[in-house]
């Protein structure tokens, strides 16, 4: 998953430090060695994402790959997917939605606002755990675009 | 209006009733006085009758002593020609007179007295002729002058002059009678004549209130109809919201319970993977154990296996939180609610004084504006709706100002409208109905707290029969408007849950 010099830095966006901790040893667990930015809160990632710009631009060049969930505590993950998507130069990075909700609708809305990969968090554990590992086996072989 | 029907009802049909009672005994009083007159008149015209064939029956004698005379004097037979004729009338002009007479009211002694007299009269002249035609002139004359006949004449015409003045009087009678029963035959029927108008007079009144009763009867009908179809609208709104509600309530309980049981799970397992690398580690005898294993197992004791009991620990905890936070908004929906009048600067000047010591802290102030209405209402749900957005107004200020927060309210409609109106940070335009839901917060996560304040809020001023609306501008401040049933009782009888 080396690309160049720049290795792939994932972002995680989660609101439960419990999850944000398993999904982070399942998905070493399956090999993945890249660095993990985790954020807690919609407006942390945000900031962090589009940097004092407001465009992204602080990640030029770099490979980014978001780990979003939905159900976050000050914006719903649908948010930052449009804010990500609207910026000029994050508009096509990676963006995996890991989220526990697997209502048909929320799924349709957020193929339509640009995730590339959703993910539903099944509810019980040996499912989850299966699910990141895959996800994380899955991570292995994808290319991810660097930020323009 | 109830009264004024009830009155009119029960007063003007039964006038009508007299009135028709009234007419008939008019009607029957024109037939009566109609029927007098008749007879009257008929009386009367029966005495005329009767005195002309007095008279006549007068003439007749006179002209058989006429006659009488005029034969005595030249005793040629050619006058005696009228006193044939009366003598053969006279006895059936008596006949059908006599019971006349009576009838009349004429004495039998002197309808008997003039027959006797007649008949007297009669014999003297058949008397005197007979002489005549005997050739006895001198006898006839003598007879002639006893004034026999003359006298039993004029015994006749008194007693014609008494039947004149009985006839005459009988007719006179007769002519009053007749006139009394048409004076009050014409009184009665004007009588009928106004009293009829007035009957359809009082017939046409009925029948156009009676119309326009039942024109004001179908107008509210119609009006309830439409406020029917306006309460089903809105029952039918209040359930459509509800069932909203339900849904992102049952939404929201399922993922932020599922949340931290994934933990309780998840960590169970790492665990159970720490426990077992722990054990296999001390299974081994103390010569096997390599640098590696003895790392491991000193990273599950030291590392994973605190981790994971603290996770766990936390994600219990926060599933108590939770349902605790849900069972309490469980209980303020089916608390009974307790409408009493409350003024409402009162109220919350008791609410601002509870929060005093934070507003001293932050340096923060409440104006309470002297124009809030009363209401009739919960006094506790009240507290603690205005308590959570006065606690929010303090929480969220704008660090770079002294938090100023405003209350004022109008009333309107049977509502109270009731604005807190802070100069904190504001709340980004997609918050503003994310705000409301449960386990929801707004902005960077800075301060203490859990999303239910505002949730709670909304469901207790949904239960006063209102609802909360949010304004704000990002930076500058936020207006919370809280509309309430001015009297929540009446809330309760439009269906409010």
Known sequence: ?148 | MLIGRSVFTRFVPLLLFAGAVLLLALVLASLRFATLTRQSSHEALDAARLNNRAMQLLTLVQDAETSQRGYLITGEEKYLGPFKRAQALIALHFLSVSGDMMKAGISHVTVERLKRLVDDKLGEMRDTIGLKKAGRDAEAIAVVQTDSGKRVMDEIREIMTRIDAITGNIGFQREETMANAAKWLLISITGGAVLLVILVGGAIFLAVVHARQLEVARQALAEQNDMLEVRIKQRTQFLERANRELQSYSYIVGHDLRAPLVNIMGFTSELERAAAIFADYMKRSPDTRDDITEKLAREAVDGDIPEALGFIRSSMKRMDDLINEILRLARAGSRQLNAEPLNLVELLSETVASLQHRLDETGSSVVLSPGLPPVVSDRLALQQIFGNLLDNAVKYADPSRRAVIHVSGTIANGFAVIDVADNGRGIAERDRERIFELFRRSGPQDRPGDGIGLAHVRALVRRLGGDVAVKSVLGEGTTFVVTLAADVRSARDRGEP
């Open chain 1, 1 to 148: 998953m080396n690309q160049g010099l720049h290795p792939v830095v994932i972002i995680m966006i989660e609101d439960d430090q419990g999850h944000a901790r398993l999904i982070e040893k399942n998905i070493r667990r399956a090999g993945v060695t890249n660095d993990i930015v985790p954020f807690e809160t919609g407006l942390a990632a945000l900031s962090y994402l589009l940097g004092p710009d407001g465009s992204g631009k602080v990640h030029e060049g770099k490979p980014l790959l978001i780990l979003l969930d939905l159900n976050l505590p000050d914006m719903t993950g649908m948010d930052i997917l449009a804010r990500v998507r609207e910026s000029t130069h994050l508009h096509h990075i990676m963006v995996i939605v890991l989220t526990t909700t697997d209502d048909p609708v929320e799924v349709h809305r957020c193929y339509d606002l640009g995730a590339n990969v959703y993910v539903a968090k099944p509810m019980e554990y040996e499912k989850f755990v299966n699910a990141i590992q895959q996800l994380g086996l899955f991570l292995l072989v994808v290319t991810v675009p660097e930020v323009s």
